[in-house]
């Protein structure tokens, strides 16, 4: 599109940017409200504690103050029976601040009762729950409902999350317009909520707390205003609408659907992006196609340098997860067994399982490169694609069918993909055999090496989430990736398994942030305490 084309702002831009311009509206106007004030004197050893636990608890840097909002939650209503709305909600905000999840003076007083409406409305969730019989499970109920309430949480505490929003709205308009889904066995709506998750999770990179979160209110238009009454009125379809949403979650079209969604939607991380930088400066660049192409490009190459930053620190949170685990199950299981049972501590085999899992980390790592001009035109194809109103020509029309493969060849993939198992395992417990490992410090380090792999791909992802052409493969990393798939299997098995039982994070909550934050607390009162009676004996002028 040239400068003297005819070009015309799309209305799914204008109403993203209008979406920036409430937003600043709404920062500008309570400017001179009152905000919420917390004593800081030992915040820096809650903010130091979550750092530490967010380390060993291995997720997305997006997901860490909705995490904790949870947890802080968790903690309050069913560990120290707070039922009071008003002590909850301004012990929730306090521990925010401490952990800075939250600036201090920056959340407005009034916010606190809208606050206080939130969690009376789950406490009540909550409390019915209990009287309630629910084929899912008492404590599966609370666990979803307890997701959808920091979602909530977090929204009403974090304006920029409105934003957010805005763009997955508009993103999945664009989409609308622009693809054919063509898929006879779903429902309009049935298509449609697939492609919301979509984008979500590709986009915004929600987790499944926070997509619930969204499709409830989908259901649920008015969930925001939603009282007492109608929630024990409705209670019984809100059980059952766990299970529609659960099934819309885990469809089978998901992953597919993903997939396909998320090679159209790094540019839109540029756009978003570029209009953060100054949203009143992009509004004038969009009337410019050769400056908005200027501009992508610039906010391209500043996004690439960044990469190497990106998977450093992704690779060091992994391996002090890795580290901290590896390093606690050998003094608990590896250690003992070889002192007790072999009566030979293999020095070697601990080394080379603690040594290993960093070093393929670092090697792996160092093999992602940074996106190409070639990516920066697609990036900016897609962009002008949204920014601009183009003439109507037909959507692209897709499928995410898979042909079937006939009985014979499914059976020799299946086969050969069995073979890929037993070379994979096979060839390397015969080599780690031969250097001396004992049959439990080998499955020690097929543990790790396996984590060591899914953190590794998953660095990679995070690295190259700005690359809309895919990843070019050669022969030997094609010929690698095949034959780690097992491994990757395992990895995700373990994963979820430790996620769960990971007894240095329960040893943390209990046994550490429960004390740590009391005694901020107190602090904190004593502090109060000690600025008034300070104030008292200042004399007042006459």
């Given at each position: 599109m040239?400068?003297?084309?005819?070009?015309?702002?799309?209305?799914?831009?204008?109403?993203?940017?209008?979406?920036y311009?409430?937003?600043?509206?709404?920062i500008?106007?309570?400017?001179?409200?009152?905000?919420?004030?917390v004593?800081q004197?030992?915040?820096?050893?809650?903010?130091?504690?979550?750092?530490i636990?967010?380390?060993?608890?291995?997720?997305?840097?997006?997901?860490?103050?909705?995490n904790?909002?949870?947890?802080?939650?968790?903690?309050?209503?069913?560990?120290?029976?707070?039922?009071?709305?008003?002590?909850?909600?301004?012990?929730?905000?306090?521990?925010?601040?401490?952990?800075?999840?939250?600036?201090?003076?920056?959340?407005?007083?009034?916010?606190?009762?809208?606050?206080?409406?939130?969690?009376?409305k789950?406490?009540k969730?909550?409390?019915?729950?209990?009287?309630?019989?629910?084929e899912?499970?008492?404590?599966?109920?609370?666990?979803?409902?307890?997701?959808?309430?920091?979602?909530?949480?977090?929204?009403?505490?974090e304006?920029?999350?409105?934003?957010?929003?805005?763009?997955?709205?508009?993103?999945?308009?664009?989409?609308k317009?622009?693809?054919?889904?063509?898929?006879?066995?779903?429902?309009?709506k049935?298509?449609?909520?697939?492609?919301?998750?979509?984008?979500?999770?590709?986009?915004?990179k929600s987790?499944?707390?926070?997509?619930?979160?969204?499709?409830l209110?989908?259901y649920?238009?008015n969930?925001?205003?939603?009282?007492?009454?109608?929630?024990?009125?409705?209670?019984?379809?809100?059980?059952?609408?766990?299970?529609?949403?659960?099934?819309?979650?885990?469809?089978?079209?998901?992953?597919?659907?993903?997939r396909?969604?998320?090679?159209?939607?790094?540019?839109?991380?540029?756009?978003k992006e570029?209009?953060?930088?100054?949203?009143?400066?992009?509004?004038?660049i969009f009337?410019?196609?050769?400056?908005?192409e200027?501009?992508?490009?610039?906010?391209?190459?500043?996004?690439?340098?960044?990469?190497?930053?990106?998977?450093?620190?992704?690779?060091?949170?992994?391996?002090?997860?890795i580290?901290?685990?590896?390093?606690?199950?050998?003094?608990m299981?590896?250690i003992?067994?070889?002192?007790?049972?072999?009566?030979?501590?293999n020095?070697?085999?601990?080394?080379?399982?603690?040594?290993?899992?960093?070093?393929?980390?670092?090697?792996?790592?160092?093999?992602i490169?940074?996106?190409?001009?070639?990516?920066t035109?697609?990036?900016?194809?897609?962009?002008?694609?949204?920014?601009?109103?183009?003439?109507?020509?037909?959507?692209?029309?897709?499928s995410?069918e898979?042909?079937?493969?006939?009985?014979?060849?499914?059976?020799?993939?299946?086969?050969l993909y069995l073979l890929?198992?037993?070379?994979?395992?096979?060839?390397?417990?015969?080599?780690?055999?031969?250097?001396?490992?004992?049959?439990?410090?080998?499955?020690?380090?097929?543990?790790?090496?396996?984590?060591?792999?899914?953190?590794?791909?998953?660095?990679?992802?995070?690295a190259?989430?700005?690359?809309v052409?895919?990843?070019?493969?050669?022969?030997?990393?094609?010929?690698?990736?095949?034959?780690?798939?097992?491994?990757?299997?395992?990895?995700?098995v373990?994963?979820?398994?430790?996620?769960?039982?990971?007894?240095?994070?329960?040893?943390?909550?209990f046994?550490?942030?429960?004390?740590?934050?009391s005694?901020?607390?107190?602090f904190?009162?004593?502090?109060?305490?000690?600025r008034?009676?300070r104030?008292e004996?200042?004399?007042?002028?006459n």
């Open positions: 040239s400068e003297k084309e005819d070009f015309q702002i799309s209305d799914e831009t204008e109403r993203l940017i209008n979406s311009k409430e937003e600043w509206l709404y500008d106007r309570t400017k001179s409200e009152a905000k919420f004030h004593s004197i030992l915040s820096p050893l809650a903010f130091f504690y979550e750092r636990r967010n380390a060993l608890d291995y997720k997305g840097d997006h997901l860490m103050r909705r904790a909002i949870e947890r802080i939650l968790r903690r309050q209503i069913w560990e120290k029976r707070t039922g009071n709305p008003s002590v909850l909600s301004e012990t929730l905000l306090k521990e925010l601040i401490w952990a800075r999840y939250e600036k201090n003076d920056y959340v407005p007083k009034k916010k606190i009762q809208i606050l206080e409406v939130v969690v009376r789950y406490l969730i909550f409390q019915r729950l209990e009287t309630v019989k629910s899912k499970g008492l404590q599966e109920c609370k666990d979803w409902f307890m997701g959808v309430f920091s979602s909530e949480v977090e929204e009403l505490l304006p920029s999350i409105f934003l957010k929003e805005s763009l997955n709205y508009e993103v999945f308009s664009w989409f317009e622009n693809y054919d889904w063509q898929e006879h066995n779903l429902s309009d049935d298509r449609d909520i697939q492609i919301f998750i979509a984008i979500h999770r590709s986009l915004t987790d499944k707390a926070g997509v619930r979160y969204r499709l209110k989908v649920y238009p969930w925001d205003e939603i009282d007492d009454i109608e929630i024990m009125k409705s209670f019984a379809s809100l059980i059952n609408l766990i299970d529609e949403i659960e099934e819309k979650l885990n469809s089978l079209y998901q992953p597919r659907l993903f396909f969604i998320q090679r159209q939607l790094p540019a839109f991380l540029i756009l570029m209009i953060d930088e100054d949203f009143e400066e992009a509004e004038k009337q410019s196609p050769k400056k908005l200027n501009k992508i490009t610039e906010v391209c190459n500043k996004k690439y340098s960044q990469i190497g930053t990106r998977i450093r620190t992704g690779i060091i949170r992994s391996i002090i997860y580290f901290m685990t590896k390093a606690l199950l050998a003094l299981i590896e003992p067994y070889e002192l007790f049972v072999t009566k030979d501590l020095f070697a085999s601990l080394s080379i399982n603690v040594l290993f899992p960093p070093t393929l980390m670092f090697l792996v790592g160092m093999t490169r940074k996106p190409g001009d070639e990516n035109q697609r990036i900016i194809q897609i962009i002008k694609s949204f920014v601009y109103e183009h003439k109507k020509t037909g959507r692209y029309e897709f995410l898979r042909k079937k493969l006939g009985g014979l060849v499914s059976q020799i993939f299946l086969v890929m198992f037993l070379i994979t395992f096979g060839g390397i417990g015969l080599i780690l055999l031969d250097l001396g490992f004992n049959l439990l410090s080998a499955g020690m380090f097929f543990i790790f090496l396996s984590l060591v792999l899914l953190f590794v791909y998953r660095v990679r992802y995070t190259t989430e700005l690359n052409q895919g990843e070019r493969e050669g022969f030997l990393s094609h010929l690698f990736s095949n034959f780690t798939i097992p491994l990757l299997n395992l990895g995700q373990i994963s979820n398994g430790f996620r769960k039982l990971n007894f240095i994070l329960l040893f943390m909550d046994l550490i942030e429960v004390p740590l934050k005694i901020i607390a107190i904190e009162e004593w502090s109060m305490f000690m008034e009676k104030e004996v200042i004399e007042i002028p």
